[in-house]
């Protein structure tokens, strides 16, 4: 195996040259750089990342931490990550917290102990372990999907991303209201969520923006997924007075509520209208075809990238939260026609804000 001396004495530079090169430790000549780079072509040189890591401190490996890697959504965010990783020249650690706060605090100091660059984290319902850890540390960290502002005990703040939560949820609020509903249950994800506090949040707006009362009877915790959402789909269904539209708060919950609703024998949108939060791969082969709010899952991931990266390189730089914008993908399980439906779809990423979105409940899309 061709070692740093041969390529140093194929480009006829000295070894330190060549490791300022590899490591990017110190500039160096353009012509000179390309003759390291072409002896390393010729030579099939490959870096020893260990020994680079001695010399730079860095390992030039991220860890990400997410729960329900399983999940469409969370696949589409590790996609994002993982391509946006290795575009930079990074390598990737993946581990599963599984929304448990102590496995979650585990993983990630085993991450941190393979001394990777930084991290990027999806954080449990309670993750108060986990930032006192990143906090006593100084760990280079993006929270990604779940925000945790608010918690005070937070021994230094950090950069954040994620998407809109609380106006595209109220979108699909007012938009079945724009359809003649008065009775709008919401299957809710997992409490102590961001996401959840944010979709709830938006659920009440929209109720207000469409001026019906609000019923906390029709907010039940589905606990962001499919068994949960069976469960509180039929305890709203058992009602004595049973919501007529149903908003689901994720795509794991889209599934547990239809299937409560075929156990029902209630279809959908003719016994039941359906909005969901998360559109995913086969919404659109579902008869009826699903109305939901689309997450820009793949560019969460690689915001994600993106913004560590600048901490990285920046590490002093004040901490920021970056949203991203959602858009609604109008079918037909709200109860609307195939042909109403037509006009929104070219324009389901071309959106005006989310207060014009709800002053027109019937049209438009999410910001």
Known sequence: MPTMADVARSAGVSVATVSHVLNETRPVLPHTRQAVLDAIEELGYTPNTLARSLVTSRTRSIGLAVSAISNPYF???????????????????????????????????????????????????????????????????????????????????FDQVCAENTGPTARLVTHLAGLGHRRIGLVAGLPGLSTTGERVAGYRQGLAAAGLPLDEDLIVPGNSEASGAERATAALLSLAAPPTALVTANNAMTIGALRALRTRGLSVPEGIALCCFDDFAWADLFSPRLTAVAQPSRELGAEAVRVLLER?????????????????VHRTSCGCREEDTAEDRPRTRNTPSTSSALQHPGKGTLS
């Open 75 to 157: 696949t589409e965010i590790l996609q994002g990550v993982e391509a946006a990783v290795l575009e930079h020249g990074y390598g990737l650690l993946i581990a599963d917290p599984h929304d448990d706060p102590e496995h979650e605090r585990k993983v990630v100091q085993l991450l941190h102990e393979r001394r990777v660059d930084g991290l990027i984290v999806a954080p449990s319902a309670d993750p108060r372990a986990l930032l006192a850890y990143l906090g006593r540390h100084a760990v280079p960290t993006v929270l990604l999907d779940r925000i945790v502002d608010g918690h005070a005990d937070t021994a230094s703040p």
């Open 312 to 328: 990285l390189a920046s590490p002093g730089r004040p901490a920021r939260t970056v949203r991203l914008p959602c858009a609604f």
